[in-house]
Every structure is written in C-alpha cells, then in structure tokens.
C-alpha cells in the first residue's frame, strides 16, 4: 500500500495538483489586484466628481510596472537561482549520504538522486538567465542607474 501511494499519488501531486495551485494562486493575486484598484477609483470618484479617472488609471499603471526596476528584477533572479541551487545541492548530499549510509532502498534513492538533480539543474538555468540578462541589459543597467542618480 505504501508503494502505491509513493509510486502513484507522488507524481500525480506534483505534476497535476501543484501546477494548479499555482496558477489558482496567481488568478487570485491578479484579482485581488484588480479588486484595490477598482476600490480606489470608485474610493476618488465618490470624494471629488472632478477626478480625470483616465490620468488616475494611467498613474496607476505606471506605479506598478515602474514599481520594480530592471536591477531588481535581474537581483531576483539572482537570489531564487541561488536558492533553487542550493535546495537541490542540499537535496543531492542528502541522497549521497543516505546512498553512503544504506540505509534507503534503492528506489527511494533514486527518486531523491531524480528530484535532487532536478532542482539542482533549474536553479543552475536560473543563475544561466542572470548572467546573460546581465550581459545583454548592460547598457539598461547604466542608464537605469543614471536615471535615478537624477
């Protein structure tokens, strides 16, 4: 019984049921965006009738994609890539301690030496798309951090 559930309810959580989630968790984020957003015209539109509601949606909008700047969008990357590497690093010792030990049976390690390896290759891409965003967007950089020293 307990193969059964390792072998088949495993993968399906992590192939089917987290990817939905995720996206749950994003449609949810988006709308609750949405929902502040309307709060606050209708919030401008009930205090002062005057309100040119295009320029205030307009501010709004450049608010938030002005919120992050390149930099910190590429430190972002940075700092998951790192993460991500380091989980599945943490997660490889782990398996070749365990393969060391003997204690796991063979299939077990072999899915730890799977998921290690993995995550290890992701968090590598990541820190891959930084380092070349960063030599792609070298001159953004400068001028980015140009404009803000204005």
Do not use: C
């Amino acid at each position: 019984m307990e193969d059964v559930l390792r072998e088949v309810l495993l993968p399906i959580s992590i192939t089917v049921v987290l990817p939905i989630v995720i996206v749950w968790l994003n449609i949810k984020s988006k709308k609750h965006e949405s929902d502040n957003r309307t709060g606050v015209l209708l919030a401008a539109i009930e205090k002062n009738s005057d309100v040119d509601i295009e320029e205030l949606m307009r501010k709004m909008n450049m608010q938030d994609k002005s919120h992050t700047t390149l930099k910190e969008r590429l430190l972002k990357k940075l700092l998951w890539g790192s993460i991500v590497t380091a989980v599945g690093t943490g997660l490889l010792g782990y398996a070749l301690y365990m393969d060391f030990l003997g204690d796991m049976p063979t299939t077990s390690l072999k899915e730890w030496y799977l998921f290690g390896g993995v995550t290890l290759l992701i968090g590598l891409a990541i820190l891959l798309v930084f380092f070349i965003s960063k030599r792609m967007l070298a001159k953004e950089l400068e001028m980015e951090s140009e404009k803000q020293q204005d």
